[in-house]
C-alpha cells in the first residue's frame, strides 16, 4: 500500500500537477459565476503566439464571440431580472442595515431592451479587434 502512495507522489511530481500550491491560490467568488461576471484572466502560464521555428502564418482564422454586452438572454432572464424582482417585492428597510443600505435606492443597471447590446467598451473592442486583425 505504501508503494503504491510512493509511486502515485511521484507520478504528480512527474506531471507537475503539485506545481501549483494550493497557498498560492485565493479563491474568488467572481470568478465561478454564470456569465454574469466580470472576465479574468487565469493564472496559467502565457504561451507564446509565435509559430514554431520553420513554419510561417500564411492565413488565420479568428473565432470571436462577441465584445461586451450589458447581458445575454438567459443571464438576465436567470439572475437579474429575478433578483430585482424580489428586490422590489421585500419588505426589509435597507435603509437600516448600514452595509446593504445602498439597496433602498438601487436600481438595476440595464433593462430588458438592452440585452445584448454592446457597451460603450464594447463598441471601442469590437472596433479595436476589427482594425487589428485588417493589419
Known amino acids: 500500500m505504501r508503494s503504491s502512495a510512493v509511486l502515485f507522489s511521484l507520478a504528480l511530481q512527474a506531471t507537475n ?13 467572481l470568478e465561478h459565476l454564470a456569465g454574469t461576471a466580470p472576465p479574468f484572466d487565469p493564472q496559467d502560464p502565457e504561451t507564446d503566439p509565435a509559430p514554431p521555428q520553420g513554419c510561417n502564418v500564411t492565413r488565420a482564422a479568428y473565432l470571436v464571440r462577441h465584445a461586451a454586452i450589458y447581458a445575454n ?8 431580472e429575478p433578483f430585482v424582482q ?8 435597507w435603509s437600516t442595515i448600514p452595509d446593504l443600505s445602498f439597496l ?24 479595436g479587434l476589427g482594425t487589428k486583425n485588417t493589419k
Open 17 to 29: 500537477v503539485l506545481s501549483h500550491s494550493p497557498n498560492s491560490y485565493s479563491f474568488d467568488p
Open 73 to 80: 438572454d438567459f443571464d438576465y432572464e436567470e439572475y437579474i
Open 104 to 127: 433602498s435606492s438601487w436600481k438595476a443597471p440595464i433593462s430588458d431592451p438592452e440585452i445584448e447590446m454592446l457597451t460603450r467598451s464594447g463598441k471601442l473592442e469590437a472596433t
Open 86 to 93: 424580489k428586490l422590489g417585492n421585500t419588505t426589509v428597510n
